[in-house]
């Protein structure tokens, strides 16, 4: 019987031991769930009240070890900061517990992170310095320069961000949000001596900065509100800042984007297309322009030299004064 206090809900649960399991499967667990339960008490009652061998982390229960990161119906989650009740009212009482990267499950919601730990320690992410063994002085910063680390140093390293990225899905070889993060909080950092060669790992194509398409998904699924794609977009001033850019299809596709709000004052998906790959290289890009030609998202002729297939926004002179007054770094 449901009252105000609790409700009687039906908990499932993804389940898979690599060890026996082919395949992972989802169990049902029948509780009565209160105002105040966490989603990791609902763990802990699947544990101690029903299969002692569901598996899954935990630690510090105050949202500082990162350890409890899972997935609820697809959204990241802090287990031991998430409130039950919240989550069966967003999803309408049906709710599966999930681990953060199904394909990586070792057993049940515990996963093997050895591809988040390596990218995090590929970035360095430590200061890098010829400290004097014996020091005479404390190395200072100034409020400022402490403030412009943006909360990077935040991160626990739960590794939401990480396994809610779809480029990291689709590129295993790219950093990812969490490593980004790290790369900028030390290469900030004043103290720091290796900048240039972290800002240099990360403009790799296919690697660094440059594959982040920019949804957002890292920013939504981060619980400590750190915000991985303002550090990413941090990243990527940093490199033209000091002249560690280089011209490819990356950083073209980023002049394109400025190109075409300066003609316009709308993104011009098709010139940016022929501006970062040329016309040789948009053939590749046929199926995805029939799609969105279909959709009216671009026409026939766009894309074509000579040809004005987005018409001018109004005040576009204001945009492209803002543009001007804004820009800080030549692309």
């Known amino acids: 019987m449901q009252n105000n206090e609790t409700r009687k809900v039906t908990i499932k649960a993804f389940r898979f031991n690599a060890e026996t399991d082919y395949l992972p499967y989802t169990k049902q ?19 101690w009240e029903h299969d002692g061998s569901f598996s899954y982390r935990r630690s510090c229960r105050h949202g500082i070890c990162g350890a409890c990161g899972i997935k609820v119906n697809g959204k990241p989650v802090l287990a031991c900061k998430q409130n039950a009740i919240e989550l069966l009212d967003l999803f309408d009482n049906d709710i599966t517990l999930e681990p953060q990267s199904k394909k990586r499950a070792i057993k049940d919601m515990i996963i093997d992170k050895g591809d988040f730990w390596q990218k995090h320690a590929d970035v360095l992410p430590y200061v890098v310095a010829d400290v004097d063994a014996h020091p005479t002085h404390e190395t200072k910063q100034s409020i400022a320069q402490f403030n ?7 991160c626990i390293q739960c590794g939401s961000c990480h396994y809610a990225c779809p480029s990291l899905e689709a590129n295993p070889d790219y950093l990812g949000p969490a490593a980004l993060t790290a790369a900028y909080r030390f290469t900030i950092d004043t103290r720091d001596e290796a900048g240039k060669e972290r800002l240099e790992l990360t403009s790799k194509p296919g690697f660094g900065v440059w594959d982040c398409v920019k949804c957002f998904e890292c920013a939504q699924a981060c619980p400590k509100e750190i915000n991985p794609i303002e550090k990413i977009t941090k990243l990527h001033n940093m490199q033209f800042e000091q002249g560690i850019a280089e011209r490819n299809v990356a950083t073209k596709h980023a002049e394109g984007f400025l190109r075409g709000m300066k003609k316009t004052g709308y993104l011009d998906e098709a010139d940016i297309v022929l501006y970062s790959e040329g016309i040789l290289g948009m053939h590749k890009h046929l199926k995805t322009a029939m799609k969105m030609m279909k959709s009216g998202k671009i026409h026939w002729h766009s894309g074509v030299p000579f040809i004005n297939s987005i018409p001018e926004i109004k005040n576009l002179s204001e945009v492209q004064k803002l543009i001007e007054i804004s820009q800080t770094n030549k692309l």
């Open 148 to 154: 412009a680390m943006l909360d990077s140093d935040l």
């Open 29 to 47: 667990y029948e509780m009565e769930v209160g105002k105040d339960d966490l989603i990791l008490d609902l763990m802990n009652r699947i544990k």
